[in-house]
T-cell receptor
């Protein structure tokens, strides 16, 4: 089955700096890669996703890149704000079932 | 996006008992899933709830421990049977409609 590795497990940045979270996947047939943000005590919320026919996607301060050859994808957050502090999960799927990475706890220091 | 609700939001149970968690969606969806999220951990898929047929379980999860019902396209239940403290976790349902959305979760504590 699919295996998704996510790094780093924790990330601390200063407000205004950029944050990058990286994931690798094992199944070359995976074709959909969402990112979720989970604040403490709340449900995971989809923040951005990318499909395998696209190399990059951007939504305001958030961008995701996908390298199908290397089987890795990354989340980039620019101009970080304290409200970006949360746990972020990457995931991969080739059908309907998501396989999640281990999560990254992002802390943005004001 | 679909609006998903779960009941109960939290519960504290005694070991050896069972708890049934309900998941309700405001629209008909084909795919519904149940996940477990242990404290400080990622999400692990328990099973796919199939409407009109038996659920499809992932490795490490069995029907006797986690029976699932899916009587229609808007509702599903997950039962955690014969609970032990190791079952203490957050249980989330999700629905997939090109994108996957999660319910608010049920926080279960087993004493």
């Amino acid at each position: 089955g699919e295996n998704v590795e996510q790094h780093p497990s924790t990330l601390s940045v200063q407000e205004g700096d950029s944050a990058v979270i990286k994931c690798t996947y094992s199944d070359s047939a995976s074709n959909y890669f969402p990112w979720y943000k989970q604040e403490l005590g709340k449900r995971p919320q989809l923040i951005i996703d990318i499909r395998s026919n696209v190399g990059e996607k951007k939504d305001q301060r958030i961008a995701v890149t996908l390298n199908k050859t290397a089987k890795h994808f990354s989340l980039h957050i620019t101009e970080t704000q304290p409200e970006d502090s949360a746990v972020y999960f990457c995931a991969a799927t080739k059908g309907n079932m998501l396989t999640f990475g281990g999560g990254t706890r992002l802390m943005v220091k004001p | 996006s679909a609006v998903i609700s779960q009941k109960p939001s939290r519960d504290i149970c005694q070991r050896g008992t069972s708890l049934t968690i309900q998941c309700q969606v405001d629209s008909q969806v084909t795919m519904m899933f149940w996940y477990r999220q242990q404290p400080g951990q990622s999400l692990t898929l328990i099973a796919t709830a199939n409407q009109g047929s038996e659920a499809t379980y992932e490795s490490g999860f069995v029907i006797d421990k986690f029976p699932i019902s899916r009587p229609n396209l808007t509702f599903s239940t997950l039962t955690v049977s014969n609970m032990s403290p190791e079952d203490s976790s957050i249980y989330l349902c999700s629905v997939s409609d090109r994108q996957e959305y999660f319910g608010p979760g049920t926080r279960l504590t087993v004493l």
